[in-house]
């Protein structure tokens, strides 16, 4: 398990901590595109689970490195002790909108002897993510610091893009007391509650947003903007595919 904590800050501030851990690069790349798409119940169990902070919860995505990485379905679960575990296998060349039987038995499966919870009987997907990523790793490389920035949630018919000036950061360590987070305690930088996932389903659905209500406010647009579909359909007429590519020279 690992401590997770969330916080935002303005992207110019942050040389501090730029400073004193080094970033993850591939071939010189050192910024990462990422295209999230998080499944739910048609009532949508997860966003309300969390939303009731339910000390078992789990949350559902396939994700795609644009930049290299494959993709993935990834399953994060949150238990008792208050710690989040993330389980994941690979996922190429499966739309990232379905689930296939592999797909279901991993999660029931996991669910099942991780958390003791059966299954949702339907899972579909809702809203899909894109942003770009940034990593600073600890020396010690026992905890890391991800920097999101350009995020926008949509859902095929509506989208919600986040302020550009400010960036998304979450630190991930064993405790809580790395490197990472003394740094950013010294910067000023407090926790804040955030989940790019339920923040997007208040903002594209006008529904409460609850303790997460300052940082919808402070972040995302709450009025999503209407949006003409690209991608693929989902399972729930929801029109949900990756995010708009960059042509190949700026990848």
């Not at 490195?65 to 679960?77: N, T």
């Not at 990523?133 to 991800?146: K, N, P, Q």
């Not at 893009?161 to 064993?174: H, I, M, N, Q, Y």
Request: proline share 6%; with cysteine; aromatic share 6%.
């Amino acid at each position: 398990m690992q401590v997770h904590r969330h916080r935002l800050h303005h992207g110019a501030a942050l040389g501090g901590a730029g400073r004193r851990l080094p970033r993850v690069a591939d071939r010189g790349r050192r910024q990462f595109r990422y295209t999230s798409t998080y499944f739910d119940t048609p009532g949508l169990l997860t966003y309300h689970q969390h939303r009731q902070d339910r000390r078992r919860r789990f949350k559902l995505r396939t994700r795609t490195y644009l930049d290299g990485g494959g993709q993935w379905l990834e399953l994060k679960l949150s238990g008792a002790r208050g710690g989040t575990d993330k389980h994941r296998i690979p996922y190429d060349g499966v739309p990232g909108h379905t689930l296939t039987s592999q797909a279901l038995e991993f999660v029931q499966d996991t669910l099942l002897s991780e958390l003791r919870l059966i299954a949702p009987d339907t899972l579909e997907p809702v809203l899909a993510t894109d942003y770009k990523r940034v990593t600073l790793i600890d020396r010690s490389g026992t905890a890391r610091l991800t920097c999101d920035t350009g995020l926008v949630c949509r859902d095929g018919r509506r989208s919600s893009p986040a302020r550009g000036d400010l960036v998304l950061l979450e630190s991930k360590s064993v405790d809580g007391k790395a490197l990472i987070d003394k740094v950013l305690r010294g910067m000023g930088v407090r926790p804040v509650s955030v989940s790019k996932y339920c923040l997007a389903v208040a903002a594209l659905r006008e529904l409460p947003a609850n303790r997460w209500h300052p940082v919808l406010r402070r972040y995302l647009v709450h009025r999503p903007g209407r949006r003409s579909g690209g991608g693929a359909p989902g399972r729930a007429g929801i029109v949900i595919g990756h995010g708009p590519r960059q042509p190949a020279a700026d990848r």
